[in-house]
């Protein structure tokens, strides 16, 4: 009897400034069979963006035509446009053995965990402490005080969230976070494969 091996989905969530996007950069450079989810928008490319690579760029009447069809696993309009996770690009990834990750929110994690829970791995990250937190939006320098003060006080609730997921980790030591997770990613990737060959000795 032959299985094959599929690919999970690797979800990640933290609180902004936990450091999800940091994690997820080391972890694709590391890692042959795991790529990132790529969104699908109607908001019209920037300069340098690549259809396929950062965004799947598409008219709002191809949108909202998957939309209808079923083909978006989440989708939201922000200002104007429209951003969405499409089914396909998931799928195909995951039937031809490439784990995908996704860094999202636990309201859109939460809706995954639904409908595709047998596919999904979860990893909730947390930071070492709040202080810390607050260290790092500041020293990412990206968002002024009174943002930071929103991120901070947004984080509270989300970490309320974090017992859902599969597995809580501390991002303290960044290598150590992305060897962490690397070793849930194959534990997960195994855990389907025996699951799929018990079914099929039933
Ligand atoms: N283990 C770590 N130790 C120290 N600093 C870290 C660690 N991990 C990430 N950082 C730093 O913390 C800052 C926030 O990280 P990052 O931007 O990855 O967070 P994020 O969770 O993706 O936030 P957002 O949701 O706002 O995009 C960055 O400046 C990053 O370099």
Redesign the pocket.
């Known amino acids: 009897m032959t299985v094959k091996n599929e690919g999970i989905l690797l979800i990640l969530s933290?609180?902004?400034?936990?450091?999800?996007?940091?994690?997820?950069?080391k972890l694709l450079e590391q890692s042959t069979d795991l790529v990132m989810s790529v969104s699908m928008t109607t908001r019209k490319p920037r300069p340098g963006e690549v259809n396929g690579k950062d965004y799947f760029f598409v008219t709002e009447e191809k949108f909202h035509e998957l939309c209808k069809a079923g083909q978006m696993l989440e989708y939201a309009k922000v200002f104007e446009n429209f951003y969405g996770i499409p089914k396909d690009f998931i799928e195909q990834n995951l039937s031809s053995g490439i784990s995908v990750l996704l860094?999202i929110d636990w309201q859109g994690a939460f809706h995954l965990f639904e409908i595709l829970r047998e596919k999904v791995v979860s990893v909730f990250?947390l930071?070492?402490s709040m202080e810390?937190l607050r260290?790092?939006?500041q020293?990412?320098?990206?968002?002024d005080e009174i943002e930071i003060e929103r991120?901070l006080a947004e984080a509270q609730k989300e970490i309320s969230k974090s017992n859902k997921y599969d597995y809580v980790i501390i991002?303290?030591?960044?290598?150590?976070?992305v060897e962490e997770i690397k070793s849930i990613l194959s534990k997960g990737m195994l855990k389907k494969l025996e699951e799929k060959s018990s079914l099929k000795d039933l």
């Open positions: 933290s609180p902004s400034g936990a450091g999800k996007t940091t994690i997820s950069e860094n990250i930071p070492p810390e260290l790092r939006l020293r990412r320098n990206s968002d991120r991002n303290d030591n960044l290598d150590k976070s």
